[in-house]
């Protein structure tokens, strides 16, 4: 069985600092998938960043940044300059490469961006 | 292009009734999943769909859950006799495939309110 676990319910941050929310996996799968999600007040899943278990390089898609350290079984996202509308739920997720194709979610962050 | 739709956005019933959400995916994803975000339990999985075949329906509260897909399209979520436990917002994804790096695309949910 996957379990995720993020450590921290919330975080405040100054607009303009980058901020790096926790996530930490446990799995018996030997190849899987890391993905986090934001969710704005609004309710919808929208989908930030991926990493596979064997990517040799961690993953980047513009401000955001995947910190994985596959023997520390964690991955952290770091948001680069943070923004107002920043300012959300944040989750955490693994799916196993094979079986179940379900996303196990961490219990998330609720991440405020302070002016 | 069109995202996953989900309908209806809000829905009241009171306990003991049937209700059935509905999840139009994106086309020509073949891959569609089932959620359920609640503020005791998190986000947990229901089930998945590969075209109309569901293999892991494991997530599924009890039998008073079911749901299909007909035509690799249109899924109909179904609980019957509802209780106020099943109050939660049902979230619906969508994916090209299944498996590793297939990202799942969210709907907007359905909050769903037992009285």
């Known amino acids: 069985a996957q379990k995720i676990t993020q450590t921290q319910p919330g975080m405040f941050v100054q607009e303009k600092e980058a901020v790096t929310l926790d996530c930490t996996y446990d799995?018996?799968?030997?190849?899987?998938?890391l993905f986090w999600y934001k969710q704005p007040s609004s309710g919808e899943m929208i989908f930030l960043i991926y990493?596979?278990?064997?990517?040799?390089q961690n993953a980047t898609e513009g401000r955001y940044s995947l910190n994985f350290q596959k023997a520390r079984k964690s991955a952290n996202l770091v948001i680069s300059a943070s923004q107002l509308g920043d300012s959300a739920m944040y989750f955490c997720?693994?799916?196993?490469?094979?079986?179940?194709?379900?996303?196990?979610f961490g219990q998330g962050t609720r991440l405020t961006i302070n002016p | 292009g069109a995202g996953v739709s989900q309908s209806p956005s809000n829905k009241v019933t009171e306990k003991g009734k049937d209700v059935e959400l509905r999840c139009d995916p994106i086309?020509?994803?073949?891959?569609l999943y089932w959620y359920r975000q609640s503020l005791g339990q998190g986000l947990e999985f229901l089930i998945y769909?590969?075209?109309?075949?569901?293999p892991d329906k494991s997530g599924l509260p009890s039998d008073r859950f079911s749901a299909e897909r007909t035509g690799g399209s249109v899924s109909t979520l179904t609980i019957q006799r509802t209780q106020q436990e099943d109050s939660a917002v049902y979230l619906c994804?969508?994916?090209?495939?299944w498996g590793q790096g297939y990202e799942q695309y969210f709907g907007p949910g359905t909050r769903l309110t037992v009285t």
């Open positions: 994804a969508s994916s090209e495939g």
């Open positions: 799995t018996s799968d030997p190849s899987y998938g």
């Open positions: 990493q596979g278990s064997y990517d040799q």
């Open positions: 997720a693994m799916i196993p490469i094979q079986g179940a194709q379900k996303l196990v």
């Open positions: 086309s020509g994803h073949t891959a």
């Open positions: 769909f590969q075209g109309n075949s569901a």
